[in-house]
């Protein structure tokens, strides 16, 4: 049987930096308010996680890790922690707006500090896990409805 992924040296140098990559997309989440980076660009760099667990052992080690119905659910959590995080400031008292940042009128934090954005920080958090778990399930699909074409047939 024939092993599945690339050589050991990649699976090698995977294995050391795939916790490297996530405690750096997670970095990049929380402190975006502060530097370059937020929900969006942390989501990608956690995506890309799992990206290099399937190019380097193959797609069934990736969805061991993270099956699809998992990643599906994340993606809903996402969206519906995004909402959530929206409406609640229409129910708030502090000024009942779609989209305020109650938190931050209600307890200015200290500035250039992790909780001195309110709910910024929640709403990267709720645009990762939408943006990460979106790219993982487009990329694993692209993988499994992958076709192979034989050199006289088209693409």
């Known amino acids: ?48 996680v799992f990206v290099l667990l399937t190019l380097a052992y193959g797609k069934e080690e990736s969805l061991r890790r993270f099956r699809i119905g998992v990643a599906s659910e994340l993606d809903s959590v996402g969206a519906l922690m995004f909402l959530v995080i929206a409406v609640l400031g229409i129910a708030g008292t502090l000024g009942g707006r779609f989209f305020i940042n109650y938190i931050a009128k209600a307890n200015p934090g200290t500035p250039f500090t992790l909780f001195s954005s309110g709910i910024i920080p929640l709403c990267n958090i709720a645009i ?8 993982f399930m487009v990329f694993i699909l692209l993988v499994l409805m992958r076709v192979i074409h034989g050199p006289g047939e088209r693409a």
């Not at 990762?128 to 790219?135: E, F, P, Q, Y």
Request: proline share 4%; net charge positive.
């Open 1 to 48: 049987m024939a092993e599945k992924g690339m050589t050991p040296i990649v699976k090698t140098i995977t294995g050391w930096i795939k916790g490297l990559i996530m405690i750096f997309g997670i970095y990049i989440v929380l402190y975006g308010h502060l530097t370059p980076g937020g929900g969006f660009a942390g989501g990608v760099i956690l995506a890309m």
């Open 128 to 135: 990762a896990l939408k943006v990460a778990s979106s790219l």
